[in-house]
C-alpha cells in the first residue's frame, strides 16, 4: 500500500526480460508444431534388408499393425504350445510370420542349410533344393551346404538373390548306417572349419524330403529339435530309445520327454556343433565298446536333447510322411515332407 492507502503496482518487466520470455514462447511453438506433422515413421531405425544382396540400407517401420495378442484366449487349445522348461512348439497359428520376419530382418543374419546327398542319395538333390527355393527362409539370406561324394552329380538350380550353394566333398562308406553316423562328424567338422565364419544359424536335413509349405525364422532359435511324427502321440515308454546301459545313447524306461527325428534339427552354429561334436564322440565310444545303437545318430541325438533341452521344439508339420500317416485334422500345414522312395534299393549300392 502507499501513502494514501492505495495497492502498489509491480514494476514493468525489463525489456531484455520480455523478449526472452518472447522467444521461448515462439520457440516452444514452432518445436511442437513442427513434432505434429512428423510422418508415421519417423524415429525408425534403418536396418539391413537380409532379402537384398547389396546390403542396401531400408526403413523398418517404428509401428506395425497386427492383432493383439489375448493372454485368456490361446491360439492353439489343442496342442501342447510350451513344453515344462518353456520352450516354444511351434504349430500353425502359434506365430506371425510378418512379424517375425521384421525382427529378423533387422538383425542382418545367414541361415546355413546343411543337406548330405551321399551316394544314390544325390538323386533327390534337384526336388529338395528347387522346393527349398519356394519355401525355405523366403526373403532371407541362405547358403546351402551340399555335402556330397559326387560333387559333379550336383545339379544346377536356379537361386534367389542372397542366396547361394557351396559344394563339400565328403566319403561314402559301404553301410548306409555309416553314412548315416558321420553325418555328426562332418557337422562338427565344417562348423570349425567353415559354417561358424559364413552363418548364424544352421538347420540339417535329411535330403530324401521336400519343402511342401513355408519354412521360416519362426524355428530360428539356440537349439531346435522336430518331433518324429510316429511317436507325437505316443507315451515315453513307447518310444524306441536306445535300452541297453552299454550304449553312450542309453535312455532308461520312464525318462523322455519327445522322441525327436534325425531328419531336421538345429540351430546357432555353436550349439549345433556341440550337438554334433558330442553325438561323434559318443558314437566313437560306442564303436570301441562293440555297440552301435539301435537308430544310429539318431538314437544319440535324443540322448544328447533329453540332457540339453532344446530351445524350441518343432511340431511334426515341420516334417512328415503323408504317405503312411494320412493328413490328420490337427496338421493344419505339411511342411517339410518326405519323398516316396524304395528303401533298399537307394541304400544298397
Not at 529378423?104 to 548330405?116: A, D, E, K, M
Not at 557351396?166 to 562348423?191: N, T, Y
Not at 564322440?281 to 541325438?301: N, P, R, T
Request: hydrophobic residues 45%.
Amino acid at each position: 500500500m502507499d501513502a494514501r492507502g492505495r495497492p502498489k503496482c509491480p514494476p514493468l518487466l525489463q525489456p531484455s526480460v520480455f523478449v526472452l520470455i518472447l522467444l521461448l514462447v515462439l520457440f516452444g511453438y514452432g518445436f511442437l508444431s513442427s513434432r505434429s506433422q512428423l510422418p508415421a515413421d519417423v524415429g525408425a531405425e534403418p536396418c539391413v534388408a537380409l532379402g537384398d544382396p547389396g546390403g542396401q540400407p531400408v526403413v523398418a517401420l517404428s509401428r506395425m499393425l497386427y492383432p493383439q495378442p489375448k493372454a485368456l484366449a490361446p491360439t492353439r487349445a489343442d496342442v501342447l504350445v510350451l513344453t515344462p522348461w518353456l520352450a516354444p512348439v511351434i504349430w500353425e497359428g502359434t506365430f506371425n510370420i510378418e512379424l517375425l520376419n521384421a525382427q529378423f530382418q533387422q538383425q542382418n543374419l545367414t541361415v546355413g542349410l546343411t543337406v548330405f546327398a551321399v551316394k544314390k542319395y544325390v538323386v533327390f538333390l534337384k526336388l529338395f533344393l528347387e522346393t527349398a527355393e519356394q519355401h525355405f527362409m523366403v526373403g532371407h539370406r541362405v547358403t546351402y551346404y551340399v555335402l556330397t561324394d559326387r560333387p559333379a552329380d550336383v545339379p544346377d538350380v536356379p537361386l534367389g538373390a542372397g542366396r547361394r550353394l557351396v559344394v563339400l566333398e565328403v566319403s561314402s562308406h559301404a553301410r548306409w548306417q555309416d553314412v548315416s553316423m558321420h553325418r555328426m562328424e562332418a557337422i562338427g567338422r565344417f562348423s570349425e572349419q567353415r559354417f561358424r565364419h559364413e552363418v548364424d544359424y544352421l538347420v540339417c536335413a535329411d535330403v530324401d524330403m521336400q519343402f511342401r509349405d513355408h519354412v521360416g525364422v519362426e524355428i530360428l532359435t539356440p537349439l531346435f529339435g522336430t518331433l518324429h511324427p510316429s511317436f507325437y502321440r505316443a507315451s515315453r515308454d513307447a518310444f524306441t530309445y536306445e535300452r541297453r546301459p552299454q550304449s553312450q545313447a542309453y535312455i532308461p524306461r520312464g525318462q523322455g520327454d519327445f522322441y525327436y527325428m534325425g531328419a531336421l534339427f538345429g540351430g546357432s552354429v555353436a550349439e549345433v556343433q556341440r550337438l554334433a561334436s558330442a553325438c561323434h564322440q559318443a558314437m566313437l565310444l560306442d564303436k570301441a565298446s562293440g555297440i552301435e545303437a539301435v537308430w544310429h545318430d539318431e538314437s544319440h541325438l535324443n540322448k544328447y536333447l533329453l540332457y540339453h533341452k532344446p530351445t524350441k521344439v518343432l511340431s511334426p508339420e515341420y516334417l512328415w510322411d503323408e504317405r503312411l500317416l494320412g493328413w490328420p485334422p490337427v496338421m493344419k500345414k505339411l511342411r517339410f515332407v518326405a519323398v516316396p522312395k524304395n528303401h533298399q534299393a537307394i541304400r544298397n549300392p
